[in-house]
T-cell receptor, first 113, second 113 residues
Framework: DVKVTQSSRYLVKRTGEKVFLECVQD?????MFWYRQDPGLGLRLIYF???????EKGDIPEGYSVSREKKERFSLILESASTNQTSMYLC????????????FGPGTRLTVL | GNSVTQMEGPVTLSEEAFLTINCTYT??????LFWYVQYPGEGLQLLLK?????DKGSNKGFEATYRKETTSFHLEKGSVQVSDSAVYFC????????????FGPGTRLSVLP
C-alpha cells in the first residue's frame, strides 16, 4: 500500500511566522501535490511537482512556495503566515499515468492566529 | 477549463436508506472519473473509478456509471450504514490534455441509526 505521511496533524502558528509543512511518500511516485481544503470550496491545488527540483503553480499559489529536493519529499512553505491561510492542507501523490489514482496523506489542520 | 459539480449537502439519511449523490462534469477530451471518500479526521481515499464511457465503478456496495451522453457520474448505494457517514468528492482527470485532478466541492453524508 502507498503510504503518504504529513509532518503534523494539527499546527497553530502566529501571523507573520514562516511555516513548513512536510510530506513524505514511500512508493517512488513521480508526481506530488499540495491542496488546501476549505468548506464549500472542495480541494484547491496550490503547487505540484512532476520531478525532483521541479515545481509548477496550481490554481492558488499566492503566499506559498514549495521545495522538492528528494523524490520522496515535498515541502509546502508559507513565507509569512496570514489568518486567511487557516485551512486543512492535503498532500497527494500519483504515478502520472492517464487513469492513475491519487493517494492522499491524512492532512494538516493549520490555524493561524 | 475542466470542472465538477456535485449536489449540495449535507445529506442526512436513515440506516438502510437508498443513497444517490449527483455529479456532473465538464471536461476536455476523455476524462477518467473518480469518487473519493473522506472519513472524519482523515485524508481522502479512493472509493471507485471509471476510465471510459459506460464503465461502472464499484466498491463497498457503492456504484457509479460513467455516462458520456449526460456527462454524469452519480454515486449510488442501495442500503447505507452509519459507517458510511463521510464527505464524498467527485473528481476527474484528463491527462491527455495536460490537466491535473479536478475535485468537486464535496457532499457531506450523515447516516442516522
Amino acid at each position: 500500500d502507498v503510504k503518504v505521511t504529513q509532518s503534523s496533524r494539527y499546527l497553530v502558528k502566529r501571523t507573520g511566522e514562516k511555516v513548513f509543512l512536510e510530506c513524505v511518500q514511500d512508493m517512488d511516485h513521480e508526481n506530488m501535490f499540495w491542496y488546501r481544503q476549505d468548506p464549500g470550496l472542495g480541494l484547491r491545488l496550490i503547487y505540484f511537482s512532476y520531478d525532483v527540483k521541479m515545481k509548477e503553480k496550481g490554481d492558488i499559489p499566492e503566499g506559498y512556495s514549495v521545495s522538492r529536493e528528494k523524490k520522496e519529499r515535498f515541502s509546502l512553505i508559507l513565507e509569512s503566515a496570514s489568518t486567511n491561510q487557516t485551512s486543512m492542507y492535503l498532500c497527494a501523490t500519483d504515478l502520472g499515468s492517464t487513469t492513475d489514482t491519487q493517494y492522499f496523506g491524512p492532512g494538516t489542520r493549520l490555524t493561524v492566529l | 477549463g475542466n470542472s465538477v459539480t456535485q449536489m449540495e449537502g449535507p445529506v442526512t439519511l436513515s440506516e438502510e436508506a437508498f443513497l444517490t449523490i449527483n455529479c456532473t462534469y465538464t471536461a476536455t477530451g476523455y476524462p477518467s472519473l473518480f469518487w473519493y471518500v473522506q472519513y472524519p479526521g482523515e485524508g481522502l481515499q479512493l472509493l471507485l473509478k471509471a476510465t471510459k464511457a459506460d464503465d461502472k465503478g464499484s466498491n463497498k456496495g457503492f456504484e457509479a456509471t460513467y455516462r458520456k451522453e449526460t456527462t454524469s457520474f452519480h454515486l449510488e448505494k442501495g442500503s447505507v450504514q452509519v459507517s458510511d457517514s463521510a464527505v464524498y468528492f467527485c473528481a476527474l482527470i484528463s491527462r491527455n490534455y495536460g490537466q491535473n485532478f479536478v475535485f468537486g466541492p464535496g457532499t457531506r453524508l450523515s447516516v442516522l441509526p
